[in-house]
């Protein structure tokens, strides 16, 4: 078993930024890449970014290219997103997920590649 904590998320203004951060604790070795995803309400739960940690492997959402930026910190088991240039419509609960399963690059977009789940923090962006 693999668990996720998330903390970092706040309220912020548009174009301002946030900084999310996963720690990862168990079994943390089998994991081989972790992903951001948000579930505004109403809505789906919706892919962000992940990260191969084997590698440098980045995918990002069309809509978080060019703002958003995945990374890890392999010492402390943490994966981060950087948050910038944030827009109202970023405004969701936004969940880290781990996999230790190999895909193919498509699949890391969805949410059932995914084993493990963080609780999730909010972010919300004000106009």
């Known amino acids: 078993q693999v668990q996720l904590v998330e903390s970092g998320g706040g309220l912020v203004q548009a174009g301002g930024s946030l900084r999310l951060s996963c720690a990862a604790s168990?079994?943390?070795?089998?994991?081989?890449?972790m992903g951001w995803f948000r579930q505004a309400p109403g809505k789906e739960r919706e892919f962000v970014a992940a990260?191969?940690?084997?590698?440098?492997?980045?995918y990002y959402a069309d809509s978080v290219k060019g703002r958003f930026t995945i990374s890890r910190d392999n010492a402390k088991n943490t994966v981060y997103l950087q948050m910038n240039s944030l827009k109202p419509e970023d405004t969701a609960a936004y969940y880290c997920?781990?996999?230790?399963?190999?895909?193919?690059?498509?699949?890391?977009?969805?949410?059932?590649?995914?084993?493990?789940w963080g609780q999730g923090t909010q972010v919300t962006v004000s106009s």
């Open positions: 168990g079994r943390t070795f089998s994991t081989n890449t």
């Open positions: 997920a781990a996999t230790p399963s190999y895909y193919t690059s498509s699949a890391y977009y969805t949410r059932a590649a995914y084993n493990y």
């Open positions: 990260l191969k940690l084997s590698g440098r492997n980045t």
